[in-house]
């Protein structure tokens, strides 16, 4: 059974204070590593999908990694405007697991 | 282009009660799943449709949960005889092409609340 946990469940950082988010999964045959973000009231928003280990994707502040057991997702200088919910999610065969989400407050 | 539709955004019914909530994918899109998120948890998924068929089933809770999708586009996703624990938020999300790792683009949800 294919497995994610994110961590930290939460985080609260200072506009430009850079950090990091986890994703550890367990997955027989990994077809790709999926990053969204999800506003309040809606939908997740699509992010990144990373392959295989040692693949690197970045978008505006935001750099997503990829290694055998896990991924992270940096986040430099944070604005106010990336809070949000940050879910990760795992494809071994036809649907994604998810895990519970990071919910990361950035604060002026 | 037009992202994932859903409608209706909130519903509000009684136990015990049939609803339907309906799915318009992004045009040109042949997969199509349902997830459900419930406060505090992870998205769950029900069902996944390749086409009008169904190959995956799986995740459906109950029988009293059903899904269909017609000419290769809507889909109305059904619960009888609702309970209080089916109050959720349902996601439908579609896919491009047979690519199993092709993302999956979300509409904004049906907020469902069983009274």
């Known amino acids: 059974e294919d497995q994610v946990t994110q961590s930290p469940e939460a985080l609260r950082l200072q506009e430009g204070e850079s950090s990091s988010l986890n994703c550890s999964y367990t997955?027989?045959?990994?077809?790709?590593l999926f990053w969204y973000r999800q506003d309040p009231g809606k939908g997740p928003e699509f992010l990144f999908t990373?392959?295989?280990a040692g693949e690197e994707k970045e978008k505006e502040r935001l750099k997503a990694t990829l290694t055998k057991k896990e991924s992270f997702l940096h986040i430099t200088a944070p604005k106010p405007e990336d809070s949000a919910t940050y879910l990760c999610?795992?494809?071994?065969?036809?649907?994604?697991?998810f895990g519970k989400g990071t919910m990361l407050l950035v604060s002026p | 282009g037009a992202g994932v539709s859903q409608s209706p955004s909130n519903k509000v019914t009684e136990k015990g009660k049939d609803v339907e909530l309906r799915c318009d994918p992004i045009?040109?899109?042949?997969?199509l799943y349902w997830y459900r998120q419930s406060l505090g948890q992870g998205l769950e998924f029900l069902i996944y449709?390749?086409?009008?068929?169904?190959?995956?089933k799986s995740g459906l809770p109950s029988d009293r949960f059903s899904a269909e999708r017609t000419g290769g586009s809507v889909s109305t996703l059904t619960i009888q005889r609702t309970q209080q624990e089916d109050s959720a938020v349902y996601l439908c999300?579609?896919?491009?092409?047979?690519?199993?790792?092709?993302?999956?683009?979300f509409g904004d949800g049906t907020r469902l609340s069983i009274l």
């Open positions: 999300a579609s896919s491009s092409g047979a690519d199993y790792n092709q993302p999956q683009h």
């Open positions: 997955v027989s045959g990994l077809r790709g």
């Open positions: 990373l392959y295989s």
């Open positions: 999610a795992v494809q071994g065969g036809s649907t994604l697991t």
């Open positions: 045009s040109g899109h042949t997969a």
């Open positions: 449709f390749q086409g009008n068929s169904a190959p995956d």
